[in-house]
T-cell receptor, first 115, second 110 residues
Framework: DAGITQSPRHKVTETGTPVTLRCHQT?????MYWYRQDPGHGLRLIHY???????DKGEVSDGYSVSRSKTEDFLLTLESATSSQTSVYFC??????????????FGPGTRLTVL | EDQVTQSPEALRLQEGESSSLNCSYT??????LFWYRQDPGKGPEFLFT???AGEEKEKERLKATLTKKESFLHITAPKPEDSATYLC???????????FGAGTRLTVKP
């Protein structure tokens, strides 16, 4: 258990409304990630953060923004939700436990439906 | 561009019927290949990391192997509780990003 929580766990919203998803971690990890998961596409990286106020874009960042004002919280915002953003969103943290690379551990996910 | 392809998309086995899942990848310098298990409605759960061709790792009924082009997840004498989607991902030498495959949905019937 990497101590990751996501809120809300489920959300239904309407097209054009803003939506913010929250990821919270309890272990002070530097790297945090937001992914979306859709059938047939696997997990795709939206944005990631490598420290407070330090963020960068991933593969599918259009229509999304992120913020990280505290180490423990990473927020994902859909400025104006569209039906194509209906998906399951996962937050992850990156941990180095020996070896030469980091391992990502995932939160429980948020299921977002945009009507 | 880094790519990961998993096959088959879905696999149905009888309890005790061993089989393998495939993960083919192309990456500009492999830093690590990862296997995850995902149960319905939950986040992916880390299983293994493999770093170089020839490496093998085992956990209970699962064994992961790696070559220069693909990885296999061998499942020996599976049980119904092994039913899940298994995800493969690669990380390239030049960045921290991970590229995931679409997964293999495994169903083990009693």
């Amino acid at each position: 258990d990497a101590g990751i929580t996501q809120s809300p766990r489920h959300k239904v919203t309407e097209t054009g409304t803003p939506v913010t998803l929250r990821c919270h971690q309890t272990e002070n990890h530097r790297y945090m990630y937001w992914y979306r998961q859709d059938p047939g596409h696997g997990l795709r990286l939206i944005h990631y953060s490598y420290g407070v106020k330090d963020t960068d874009k991933g593969e599918v960042s259009d229509g999304y923004s992120v913020s990280r004002s505290k180490t423990e919280d990473f927020l994902l915002t859909l400025e104006s939700a569209t039906s194509s953003q209906t998906s399951v969103y996962f937050c992850a943290i990156s941990v180095r436990r020996g070896g030469v690379t980091d391992t990502q551990y995932f939160g429980p996910g948020t299921r977002l439906t945009v009507l | 561009e880094d790519q990961v392809t998993q096959s088959p998309e879905a696999l149905r086995l009888q309890e005790g019927e061993s089989s393998s899942l495939n993960c083919s990848y192309t990456v500009s310098g492999l830093r690590g290949l990862f296997w995850y298990r995902q149960d319905p409605g939950k986040g992916p759960e880390f299983l293994f990391t493999l770093y170089s061709a020839g490496e093998e790792k085992e956990k209970e009924r699962l064994k992961a192997t790696l070559t220069k082009k693909e990885s296999f997840l061998h499942i020996t004498a599976p049980k119904p509780e092994d039913s899940a989607t298994y995800l493969c991902a690669v990380q390239a030498e030049n960045n921290n990003d991970m590229r995931f495959g679409a997964g293999t949905r495994l169903t083990v019937k009693p």
